[in-house]
Protein backbone atom coordinates (compact mmCIF):
# COMPACT_ATOMS: atom_id res chain seq x y z
CA UNK A 1 0.00 0.00 0.00
CA UNK A 2 3.17 2.16 0.35
CA UNK A 3 4.11 1.71 -3.21
CA UNK A 4 0.26 2.16 -4.30
CA UNK A 5 -0.02 5.65 -2.36
CA UNK A 6 2.93 7.01 -3.23
CA UNK A 7 1.84 6.77 -7.38
CA UNK A 8 -1.71 8.12 -6.18
CA UNK A 9 0.35 10.86 -5.02
CA UNK A 10 3.07 11.26 -7.89
CA UNK A 11 5.76 10.92 -5.73
CA UNK A 12 8.90 8.72 -6.08
CA UNK A 13 8.66 5.56 -4.05
CA UNK A 14 11.58 4.92 -1.85
CA UNK A 15 14.06 2.52 -2.18
CA UNK A 16 12.52 0.47 0.64
CA UNK A 17 9.29 0.23 -0.82
CA UNK A 18 10.53 -1.27 -4.62
CA UNK A 19 12.45 -4.19 -2.86
CA UNK A 20 9.27 -5.24 -0.65
CA UNK A 21 7.41 -5.46 -4.14
CA UNK A 22 8.01 -9.57 -3.74
CA UNK A 23 5.51 -8.98 -0.59
CA UNK A 24 2.71 -7.53 -1.95
CA UNK A 25 -0.21 -9.45 -3.08
CA UNK A 26 -1.14 -10.43 -6.81
CA UNK A 27 -3.94 -8.20 -6.30
CA UNK A 28 -2.12 -5.23 -4.72
CA UNK A 29 1.05 -5.95 -7.27
CA UNK A 30 -1.71 -5.57 -10.60
CA UNK A 31 -3.29 -2.28 -9.33
CA UNK A 32 0.48 -0.96 -8.85
CA UNK A 33 1.06 -1.35 -12.37
CA UNK A 34 -2.05 -0.03 -13.32
CA UNK A 35 -1.56 3.43 -11.18
CA UNK A 36 1.95 3.67 -12.51
CA UNK A 37 0.98 3.09 -15.87
CA UNK A 38 -2.00 5.77 -16.17
CA UNK A 39 -0.81 8.13 -13.61
CA UNK A 40 2.88 8.79 -15.03
CA UNK A 41 1.43 9.47 -18.18
CA UNK A 42 -1.28 11.74 -17.06
CA UNK A 43 1.16 13.82 -14.71
CA UNK A 44 4.39 13.85 -15.18
CA UNK A 45 7.26 14.27 -12.63
CA UNK A 46 7.46 18.36 -12.10
CA UNK A 47 10.89 20.12 -12.52
CA UNK A 48 10.47 20.11 -8.60
CA UNK A 49 10.76 16.58 -8.15
CA UNK A 50 14.19 16.77 -9.57
CA UNK A 51 15.69 19.93 -7.56
CA UNK A 52 18.47 18.73 -5.03
CA UNK A 53 17.90 20.40 -1.46
CA UNK A 54 20.20 23.34 -0.60
CA UNK A 55 23.12 22.48 1.89
CA UNK A 56 22.55 22.50 5.41
CA UNK A 57 24.33 25.25 7.07
CA UNK A 58 26.40 24.24 10.62
CA UNK A 59 23.81 26.17 12.47
CA UNK A 60 20.87 24.12 10.89
CA UNK A 61 22.77 20.59 10.65
CA UNK A 62 23.00 21.55 14.98
CA UNK A 63 19.85 22.29 15.36
CA UNK A 64 18.16 19.03 13.62
CA UNK A 65 20.88 16.55 15.94
CA UNK A 66 19.58 18.26 18.54
CA UNK A 67 15.74 17.58 17.54
CA UNK A 68 16.33 14.13 16.40
CA UNK A 69 18.43 13.36 19.86
CA UNK A 70 15.12 14.42 21.81
CA UNK A 71 12.57 13.25 19.23
CA UNK A 72 13.83 9.79 19.56
CA UNK A 73 15.34 9.77 23.07
CA UNK A 74 18.96 10.05 23.30
CA UNK A 75 19.32 13.41 25.16
CA UNK A 76 16.44 15.83 27.16
CA UNK A 77 17.01 18.67 28.78
CA UNK A 78 17.21 18.08 32.59
CA UNK A 79 14.21 18.78 34.90
CA UNK A 80 12.16 19.24 31.50
CA UNK A 81 8.58 19.64 33.13
CA UNK A 82 9.96 22.28 35.18
CA UNK A 83 11.33 24.22 32.18
CA UNK A 84 15.00 22.89 32.29
CA UNK A 85 17.95 23.30 34.34
CA UNK A 86 20.93 25.42 31.95
CA UNK A 87 23.76 23.13 31.89
CA UNK A 88 22.56 19.74 33.00
CA UNK A 89 21.24 16.89 30.65
CA UNK A 90 19.27 13.65 30.86
CA UNK A 91 20.67 10.85 28.49
CA UNK A 92 17.38 9.13 27.15
CA UNK A 93 16.98 5.37 26.58
CA UNK A 94 18.84 5.48 23.73
CA UNK A 95 21.22 7.88 24.80
CA UNK A 96 22.37 5.77 27.79
CA UNK A 97 23.17 2.61 25.66
CA UNK A 98 24.92 5.18 23.35
CA UNK A 99 27.18 6.44 26.03
CA UNK A 100 27.48 2.85 27.78
CA UNK A 101 28.92 1.68 24.76
CA UNK A 102 31.72 4.15 24.37
CA UNK A 103 32.23 3.72 28.03
CA UNK A 104 32.74 -0.32 27.90
CA UNK A 105 34.92 0.66 24.54
CA UNK A 106 37.05 3.12 26.20
CA UNK A 107 37.61 0.36 29.36
CA UNK A 108 38.07 -2.60 26.85
CA UNK A 109 40.66 -0.66 25.34
CA UNK A 110 42.15 0.89 28.50
CA UNK A 111 42.08 -1.46 31.04
CA UNK A 112 41.40 -5.27 29.80
CA UNK A 113 42.89 -5.26 26.44
CA UNK A 114 45.42 -2.13 26.82
CA UNK A 115 47.83 -2.10 23.93
CA UNK A 116 51.18 -3.73 22.90
CA UNK A 117 53.88 -0.97 24.06
CA UNK A 118 56.93 0.26 22.43
CA UNK A 119 58.87 -2.74 23.91
CA UNK A 120 56.03 -5.60 22.29
CA UNK A 121 54.23 -6.55 25.54
CA UNK A 122 51.03 -4.99 26.36
CA UNK A 123 51.45 -2.07 29.27
CA UNK A 124 49.48 -2.55 32.17
CA UNK A 125 46.55 -0.15 33.37
CA UNK A 126 44.34 -1.20 36.14
CA UNK A 127 41.19 0.71 37.10
CA UNK A 128 39.79 2.50 40.03
CA UNK A 129 36.46 4.22 41.09
CA UNK A 130 36.88 7.46 43.45
CA UNK A 131 34.55 9.14 45.24
CA UNK A 132 33.18 12.28 44.03
CA UNK A 133 33.50 14.25 47.22
CA UNK A 134 37.03 13.99 48.48
CA UNK A 135 38.47 15.89 51.78
CA UNK A 136 38.57 19.42 50.68
CA UNK A 137 42.31 19.61 51.16
CA UNK A 138 42.64 17.44 48.18
CA UNK A 139 41.63 20.38 45.83
CA UNK A 140 44.08 22.67 48.09
CA UNK A 141 46.86 20.63 47.34
CA UNK A 142 46.22 20.28 43.18
CA UNK A 143 45.05 24.11 43.09
CA UNK A 144 42.26 23.92 42.25
CA UNK A 145 40.67 26.23 45.41
CA UNK A 146 43.25 28.50 44.84
CA UNK A 147 43.70 28.91 41.22
CA UNK A 148 40.73 27.17 39.53
CA UNK A 149 38.89 30.22 38.59
CA UNK A 150 38.05 32.54 35.49
CA UNK A 151 37.80 35.94 35.50
CA UNK A 152 34.24 37.00 35.35
CA UNK A 153 32.66 40.51 34.24
CA UNK A 154 28.86 41.08 35.18
CA UNK A 155 26.49 43.56 33.40
CA UNK A 156 24.79 46.16 35.94
CA UNK A 157 22.38 46.58 33.38
CA UNK A 158 21.11 43.12 32.30
CA UNK A 159 22.63 40.63 35.18
CA UNK A 160 24.28 38.64 33.20
CA UNK A 161 27.46 37.35 33.91
CA UNK A 162 30.21 36.58 31.26
CA UNK A 163 33.97 35.13 31.23
CA UNK A 164 36.15 37.94 30.38
CA UNK A 165 38.29 35.96 27.94
CA UNK A 166 35.09 34.77 26.20
CA UNK A 167 34.15 38.15 24.92
CA UNK A 168 35.77 40.22 21.85
CA UNK A 169 35.07 43.95 21.49
CA UNK A 170 34.26 45.69 18.10
CA UNK A 171 36.33 49.15 18.23
CA UNK A 172 35.53 51.56 16.18
CA UNK A 173 38.44 52.44 13.67
CA UNK A 174 37.04 56.09 13.70
CA UNK A 175 37.18 56.48 17.18
CA UNK A 176 33.05 57.38 17.34
CA UNK A 177 30.77 55.77 19.03
CA UNK A 178 29.98 53.01 21.45
CA UNK A 179 32.37 49.74 22.06
CA UNK A 180 30.46 46.82 21.33
CA UNK A 181 31.32 43.63 23.45
CA UNK A 182 30.35 40.42 21.20
CA UNK A 183 31.34 36.49 21.88
CA UNK A 184 34.39 35.42 20.43
CA UNK A 185 32.63 32.57 19.63
CA UNK A 186 29.72 34.21 17.56
CA UNK A 187 28.12 31.24 16.09
CA UNK A 188 24.52 33.04 16.61
CA UNK A 189 25.99 36.56 14.36
CA UNK A 190 25.53 38.70 17.58
CA UNK A 191 27.87 40.40 15.98
CA UNK A 192 26.52 41.70 13.01
CA UNK A 193 23.13 42.23 14.88
CA UNK A 194 24.64 44.57 17.26
CA UNK A 195 26.91 46.75 14.66
CA UNK A 196 23.05 46.77 12.70
CA UNK A 197 21.96 48.51 15.84
CA UNK A 198 24.39 50.34 17.41
CA UNK A 199 26.78 51.11 14.62
CA UNK A 200 24.74 53.85 12.75
CA UNK A 201 25.13 52.17 9.18
CA UNK A 202 28.79 51.43 9.34
CA UNK A 203 29.71 48.02 8.02
CA UNK A 204 31.80 45.48 10.14
CA UNK A 205 34.79 46.18 8.21
CA UNK A 206 35.07 50.17 10.23
CA UNK A 207 35.54 47.72 13.63
CA UNK A 208 38.54 46.50 14.72
CA UNK A 209 37.93 43.07 16.88
CA UNK A 210 39.70 42.57 20.10
CA UNK A 211 39.85 40.77 23.39
CA UNK A 212 38.30 42.40 26.36
CA UNK A 213 41.45 41.23 28.42
CA UNK A 214 43.31 43.40 26.32
CA UNK A 215 40.81 46.52 26.97
CA UNK A 216 42.09 48.59 29.58
CA UNK A 217 39.43 49.19 32.45
CA UNK A 218 39.69 53.16 31.69
CA UNK A 219 37.65 52.28 28.33
CA UNK A 220 34.99 50.19 30.17
CA UNK A 221 32.49 53.37 30.25
CA UNK A 222 32.65 52.85 26.58
CA UNK A 223 31.62 49.63 26.27
CA UNK A 224 27.78 47.95 25.34
CA UNK A 225 27.55 44.42 27.16
CA UNK A 226 26.94 41.98 24.54
CA UNK A 227 23.11 42.00 26.08
CA UNK A 228 23.05 45.50 27.10
CA UNK A 229 21.58 48.25 25.48
CA UNK A 230 23.28 50.85 27.55
CA UNK A 231 27.34 51.70 27.77
CA UNK A 232 29.31 51.58 31.02
CA UNK A 233 27.41 48.37 32.51
CA UNK A 234 30.33 46.12 32.51
CA UNK A 235 32.09 45.31 35.91
CA UNK A 236 35.79 45.37 36.59
CA UNK A 237 36.58 41.37 36.28
CA UNK A 238 36.59 39.13 39.25
CA UNK A 239 38.04 35.75 39.69
CA UNK A 240 35.08 33.42 40.06
CA UNK A 241 35.64 29.76 41.13
CA UNK A 242 34.54 27.06 39.11
CA UNK A 243 34.20 24.00 41.62
CA UNK A 244 30.88 23.90 43.18
CA UNK A 245 30.29 23.70 46.80
CA UNK A 246 28.67 21.74 49.54
CA UNK A 247 28.48 20.96 53.08
CA UNK A 248 29.33 17.76 54.73
CA UNK A 249 27.05 16.58 58.10
CA UNK A 250 23.77 17.66 59.83
CA UNK A 251 25.25 21.64 60.66
CA UNK A 252 25.92 23.65 57.58
CA UNK A 253 28.63 25.65 58.46
CA UNK A 254 31.85 27.16 57.12
CA UNK A 255 33.80 24.49 58.61
CA UNK A 256 32.23 21.48 57.21
CA UNK A 257 32.97 23.09 53.61
CA UNK A 258 33.79 20.08 50.74
CA UNK A 259 33.92 20.18 47.08
CA UNK A 260 32.19 18.07 43.98
CA UNK A 261 34.93 16.93 42.27
CA UNK A 262 35.94 19.08 39.26
CA UNK A 263 37.89 16.37 37.41
CA UNK A 264 38.80 12.81 38.08
CA UNK A 265 42.49 12.70 38.37
CA UNK A 266 42.96 13.88 41.32
CA UNK A 267 41.21 10.94 42.95
CA UNK A 268 43.64 8.86 41.00
CA UNK A 269 47.23 10.51 42.43
CA UNK A 270 46.00 10.35 45.58
CA UNK A 271 45.60 6.56 45.43
CA UNK A 272 48.61 6.08 43.83
CA UNK A 273 50.39 4.59 47.31
CA UNK A 274 47.38 2.36 47.48
CA UNK A 275 47.17 1.08 43.91
CA UNK A 276 51.24 0.21 44.28
CA UNK A 277 50.90 -0.96 47.85
CA UNK A 278 47.63 -3.56 46.94
CA UNK A 279 48.59 -4.65 43.61
CA UNK A 280 51.62 -6.58 41.84
CA UNK A 281 52.09 -3.23 39.56
CA UNK A 282 55.46 -2.32 38.79
CA UNK A 283 56.56 1.55 37.11
CA UNK A 284 55.50 2.09 34.77
CA UNK A 285 52.01 1.65 34.41
CA UNK A 286 48.60 3.40 34.37
CA UNK A 287 45.57 3.59 36.47
CA UNK A 288 42.10 4.66 34.58
CA UNK A 289 38.63 6.17 36.03
CA UNK A 290 35.63 6.74 34.36
CA UNK A 291 33.24 9.39 36.28
CA UNK A 292 31.45 12.08 36.53
CA UNK A 293 32.94 15.56 37.33
CA UNK A 294 31.33 18.94 37.90
CA UNK A 295 32.10 22.88 36.78
CA UNK A 296 30.34 25.72 37.45
CA UNK A 297 30.66 26.83 33.92
CA UNK A 298 29.55 30.46 34.10
CA UNK A 299 28.14 30.21 30.31
CA UNK A 300 27.13 26.49 29.66
CA UNK A 301 26.12 25.97 26.01
CA UNK A 302 26.45 24.12 22.69
CA UNK A 303 24.03 21.01 23.52
CA UNK A 304 26.35 18.79 25.37
CA UNK A 305 29.61 20.32 24.66
CA UNK A 306 30.01 22.32 27.79
CA UNK A 307 27.82 21.22 31.02
CA UNK A 308 27.91 22.25 34.57
CA UNK A 309 27.54 17.97 35.03
CA UNK A 310 29.95 15.87 32.60
CA UNK A 311 31.43 12.70 32.58
CA UNK A 312 35.59 12.18 32.14
CA UNK A 313 37.52 9.10 30.57
CA UNK A 314 40.99 9.53 32.05
CA UNK A 315 43.97 7.71 32.67
CA UNK A 316 47.45 8.58 34.78
CA UNK A 317 50.28 7.19 32.65
CA UNK A 318 53.38 6.78 35.74
CA UNK A 319 56.71 6.43 34.35
CA UNK A 320 60.47 7.03 34.74
CA UNK A 321 61.13 10.69 33.98
CA UNK A 322 63.64 9.46 31.60
CA UNK A 323 60.98 7.38 29.74
CA UNK A 324 58.55 10.56 29.66
CA UNK A 325 59.33 11.22 26.51
CA UNK A 326 58.75 8.20 24.73
CA UNK A 327 55.61 7.16 26.78
CA UNK A 328 54.09 10.87 25.91
CA UNK A 329 54.78 10.24 22.13
CA UNK A 330 53.48 7.26 22.78
CA UNK A 331 50.00 7.60 23.73
CA UNK A 332 49.30 10.47 21.47
CA UNK A 333 49.44 7.94 18.67
CA UNK A 334 47.37 5.50 20.81
CA UNK A 335 44.68 7.98 21.40
CA UNK A 336 44.49 9.06 17.53
CA UNK A 337 43.97 5.82 16.44
CA UNK A 338 40.97 4.74 19.12
CA UNK A 339 38.73 8.01 17.56
CA UNK A 340 40.05 6.85 14.39
CA UNK A 341 38.41 3.57 15.08
CA UNK A 342 35.24 4.69 15.85
CA UNK A 343 34.42 6.33 12.44
CA UNK A 344 36.04 10.38 13.12
CA UNK A 345 38.81 10.10 10.86
CA UNK A 346 39.54 12.36 7.93
CA UNK A 347 38.97 16.10 7.83
CA UNK A 348 36.59 16.58 10.72
CA UNK A 349 39.56 15.30 13.46
CA UNK A 350 42.94 16.76 14.34
CA UNK A 351 45.73 16.62 16.49
CA UNK A 352 46.57 20.38 17.75
CA UNK A 353 49.81 21.16 19.77
CA UNK A 354 49.42 23.74 22.92
CA UNK A 355 51.63 27.14 22.20
CA UNK A 356 53.66 28.20 25.07
CA UNK A 357 51.23 30.55 25.88
CA UNK A 358 48.50 27.92 26.53
CA UNK A 359 50.64 25.25 28.98
CA UNK A 360 50.34 25.25 32.65
CA UNK A 361 53.36 26.18 33.94
CA UNK A 362 54.10 22.45 35.39
CA UNK A 363 53.24 21.05 31.85
CA UNK A 364 56.61 19.88 29.71
CA UNK A 365 53.70 19.78 26.71
CA UNK A 366 50.12 19.33 25.77
CA UNK A 367 47.84 18.20 22.62
CA UNK A 368 44.69 17.79 21.76
CA UNK A 369 42.68 15.67 19.86
CA UNK A 370 40.23 17.86 18.46
CA UNK A 371 37.05 17.40 16.36
CA UNK A 372 35.29 19.93 14.33
CA UNK A 373 31.40 20.65 15.37
CA UNK A 374 28.88 21.80 13.64
CA UNK A 375 29.02 25.08 16.02
CA UNK A 376 32.35 24.81 15.80
CA UNK A 377 33.07 24.73 11.87
CA UNK A 378 35.27 25.56 10.37
CA UNK A 379 37.27 25.33 13.63
CA UNK A 380 37.18 22.68 16.21
CA UNK A 381 36.46 21.83 19.86
CA UNK A 382 38.25 19.64 21.89
CA UNK A 383 37.56 16.58 22.21
CA UNK A 384 40.87 14.90 24.53
CA UNK A 385 43.82 15.99 25.83
CA UNK A 386 47.08 13.96 26.27
CA UNK A 387 49.24 16.20 28.80
CA UNK A 388 52.51 15.66 29.78
CA UNK A 389 52.24 16.59 33.55
CA UNK A 390 55.59 15.95 35.12
CA UNK A 391 55.48 14.77 38.57
CA UNK A 392 53.68 17.69 39.80
CA UNK A 393 50.87 16.46 41.08
CA UNK A 394 52.51 13.80 42.81
CA UNK A 395 54.89 16.18 44.60
CA UNK A 396 51.78 18.67 45.38
CA UNK A 397 49.83 15.32 47.44
CA UNK A 398 53.16 14.48 49.16
CA UNK A 399 53.77 17.98 50.47
CA UNK A 400 50.46 18.54 51.35
CA UNK A 401 49.69 15.40 52.94
CA UNK A 402 52.99 14.58 54.30
CA UNK A 403 52.85 11.14 53.38
CA UNK A 404 55.81 10.02 50.97
CA UNK A 405 54.98 8.80 47.17
CA UNK A 406 58.42 8.39 45.80
CA UNK A 407 58.56 5.02 44.15
CA UNK A 408 61.15 2.25 44.18
CA UNK A 409 61.97 0.00 41.85
CA UNK A 410 62.44 -3.23 43.35
CA UNK A 411 64.96 -4.14 40.66
CA UNK A 412 67.41 -1.19 40.95
CA UNK A 413 66.57 0.18 44.16
CA UNK A 414 66.02 3.62 42.48
CA UNK A 415 63.82 5.86 44.28
CA UNK A 416 62.67 8.45 42.46
CA UNK A 417 58.91 10.33 42.12
CA UNK A 418 57.07 9.39 38.97
CA UNK A 419 56.44 11.57 36.07
CA UNK A 420 52.61 11.46 34.55
CA UNK A 421 51.55 11.22 31.46
CA UNK A 422 47.77 11.96 30.87
CA UNK A 423 45.41 11.01 28.32
CA UNK A 424 42.34 12.70 29.40
CA UNK A 425 38.90 12.59 27.36
CA UNK A 426 35.21 13.61 27.94
CA UNK A 427 32.46 10.70 27.72
CA UNK A 428 30.07 12.84 27.13
CA UNK A 429 32.15 15.08 24.42
CA UNK A 430 32.79 11.99 23.19
CA UNK A 431 29.20 11.49 22.65
CA UNK A 432 28.78 14.69 20.84
CA UNK A 433 31.04 13.64 18.60
CA UNK A 434 29.74 10.74 17.71
CA UNK A 435 26.41 11.93 17.08
CA UNK A 436 27.58 14.55 14.84
CA UNK A 437 29.61 12.46 12.93
CA UNK A 438 27.08 9.72 12.39
CA UNK A 439 23.88 12.00 11.21
CA UNK A 440 23.58 11.56 7.90
CA UNK A 441 21.38 13.57 5.42
CA UNK A 442 19.65 11.00 2.87
CA UNK A 443 16.53 12.51 0.98
CA UNK A 444 16.27 9.05 -0.74
CA UNK A 445 14.69 7.04 2.07
CA UNK A 446 11.58 8.05 3.67
CA UNK A 447 13.54 9.08 7.40
CA UNK A 448 15.42 11.68 5.24
CA UNK A 449 18.08 11.20 7.51
CA UNK A 450 20.31 8.01 9.19
CA UNK A 451 22.58 7.68 12.15
CA UNK A 452 25.71 6.13 10.49
CA UNK A 453 26.72 4.64 13.51
CA UNK A 454 30.17 2.19 14.11
CA UNK A 455 28.03 -1.22 14.88
CA UNK A 456 29.78 -1.69 18.12
CA UNK A 457 28.69 1.95 19.12
CA UNK A 458 25.04 1.39 18.17
CA UNK A 459 22.32 0.97 20.85
CA UNK A 460 20.38 -1.30 19.03
CA UNK A 461 22.42 -3.77 16.88
CA UNK A 462 19.48 -5.45 15.23
CA UNK A 463 15.98 -4.99 14.72
CA UNK A 464 13.34 -7.57 14.79
CA UNK A 465 10.17 -6.83 12.32
CA UNK A 466 7.17 -8.69 11.63
CA UNK A 467 5.91 -7.76 8.42
CA UNK A 468 2.33 -7.98 9.94
CA UNK A 469 1.18 -8.47 13.35
CA UNK A 470 -1.37 -11.28 12.93
CA UNK A 471 -0.71 -15.39 12.17
CA UNK A 472 2.51 -16.18 12.77
CA UNK A 473 4.61 -13.06 12.05
CA UNK A 474 4.91 -12.00 15.28
CA UNK A 475 5.13 -15.19 17.07
CA UNK A 476 8.64 -16.18 14.62
CA UNK A 477 9.77 -12.92 15.33
CA UNK A 478 9.07 -12.81 19.00
CA UNK A 479 10.74 -15.90 18.88
CA UNK A 480 13.95 -14.95 17.06
CA UNK A 481 14.33 -11.83 19.73
CA UNK A 482 14.20 -13.93 22.59
CA UNK A 483 17.14 -15.91 21.49
CA UNK A 484 19.52 -12.80 20.36
CA UNK A 485 18.84 -10.67 22.89
CA UNK A 486 20.60 -13.11 24.95
CA UNK A 487 24.07 -12.12 23.35
CA UNK A 488 22.98 -8.67 21.39
CA UNK A 489 21.49 -5.14 22.25
CA UNK A 490 17.96 -5.82 19.56
CA UNK A 491 14.76 -4.21 19.28
CA UNK A 492 11.70 -6.17 18.06
CA UNK A 493 9.44 -3.72 16.89
CA UNK A 494 5.61 -5.07 15.35
CA UNK A 495 3.49 -1.58 15.43
CA UNK A 496 3.44 0.40 11.79
CA UNK A 497 3.92 -0.24 8.55
CA UNK A 498 6.88 -1.76 7.61
CA UNK A 499 7.97 1.84 5.82
CA UNK A 500 7.83 4.08 9.38
CA UNK A 501 9.32 0.92 11.00
CA UNK A 502 12.69 0.78 9.27
CA UNK A 503 12.53 4.95 9.15
CA UNK A 504 12.54 4.86 13.28
CA UNK A 505 15.39 2.14 12.76
CA UNK A 506 17.34 4.05 10.17
CA UNK A 507 16.99 7.23 12.76
CA UNK A 508 18.15 5.19 15.22
CA UNK A 509 20.89 4.18 13.61
CA UNK A 510 19.88 0.42 13.69
CA UNK A 511 22.80 -1.73 11.42
CA UNK A 512 20.43 -4.30 10.11
CA UNK A 513 16.74 -4.73 10.33
CA UNK A 514 15.35 -8.96 9.69
CA UNK A 515 11.80 -9.10 8.37
CA UNK A 516 9.31 -11.63 9.38
CA UNK A 517 7.04 -12.08 6.26
CA UNK A 518 5.14 -15.23 4.79
CA UNK A 519 7.69 -16.55 2.85
CA UNK A 520 9.48 -17.14 6.37
CA UNK A 521 6.55 -19.34 7.36
CA UNK A 522 7.04 -21.06 4.42
CA UNK A 523 10.73 -22.07 4.27
CA UNK A 524 12.01 -20.75 7.56
CA UNK A 525 14.39 -17.34 5.85
CA UNK A 526 13.61 -14.03 6.60
CA UNK A 527 14.98 -10.34 5.16
CA UNK A 528 17.98 -8.83 6.20
CA UNK A 529 18.49 -4.50 4.95
CA UNK A 530 21.61 -3.18 5.93
CA UNK A 531 20.88 0.80 7.16
CA UNK A 532 23.38 2.50 4.70
CA UNK A 533 22.76 0.74 2.06
CA UNK A 534 19.23 -0.64 2.38
CA UNK A 535 20.32 -3.57 0.38
CA UNK A 536 18.48 -6.12 0.70
CA UNK A 537 18.89 -10.35 1.43
CA UNK A 538 17.27 -13.68 2.65
CA UNK A 539 19.24 -16.16 4.98
CA UNK A 540 17.77 -18.44 7.52
CA UNK A 541 16.51 -17.52 10.36
CA UNK A 542 18.71 -19.94 12.31
CA UNK A 543 21.89 -18.49 10.85
CA UNK A 544 20.74 -14.95 12.34
CA UNK A 545 23.01 -14.90 15.38
CA UNK A 546 26.19 -15.89 13.29
CA UNK A 547 25.41 -13.32 10.62
CA UNK A 548 25.12 -10.80 13.15
CA UNK A 549 28.40 -12.08 15.05
CA UNK A 550 30.00 -11.80 11.45
CA UNK A 551 29.19 -8.11 10.50
CA UNK A 552 29.39 -6.67 14.14
CA UNK A 553 32.99 -6.31 14.40
CA UNK A 554 34.63 -5.14 17.47
CA UNK A 555 36.83 -2.12 17.67
Known amino acids: MVMY ?32 VFERKRLPMTAEKLTTPAPQTPAERMKDIVALCKR ?5 GASDIYGGINGFWDYGPLGVELKNNLRDLWWKKMVLTPPIGPDGQPVEIVGLDSAIIQNPKVWVASGHVGGFADPMVDCRETKKRYREDHLDVLVPNDGEGPWLAVPQNDEDGVAKSRIKK ?26 IGPDAKEAGTLTEPKAFNLLFETKIGAVASDDNIAYLRGETAQGIFINFKNVVDSSRVRVPFGIAQIGKAFRNEVNPRNFIFRSREFEQMEMEWFCHPNEAKMWFDFWKTERQKFWQSLGLSGDNILMREHGQDELVFYSKGTFDIEYKFPFTD ?23 SKVKLEYMDPVTNERFMPHVVEPAAGLTRGVLAILCEAYTVDTNRPSGVYLNFHPALAPKKAAILPLTAKDEHPKLAT ?5 LREEFAVDL ?9 Y ?13 IDDQTVADGTVTVRERNTMAQERIPMANVAAYLREKIKRV
Open 5 to 36: RACCANEVPSRDTYAYLPHLSLVKMLAFCQKT
Open 72 to 76: RGFIF
Open 198 to 223: FGKGRSEDAFTRKSLSGIGLENYAKI
Open 378 to 400: PGFGELEGIAYRTDYDLTQHQEH
Open 479 to 483: KLYLE
Open 493 to 501: DIKQNIGKR
Open 503 to 515: ARQDEIGTPFCFT
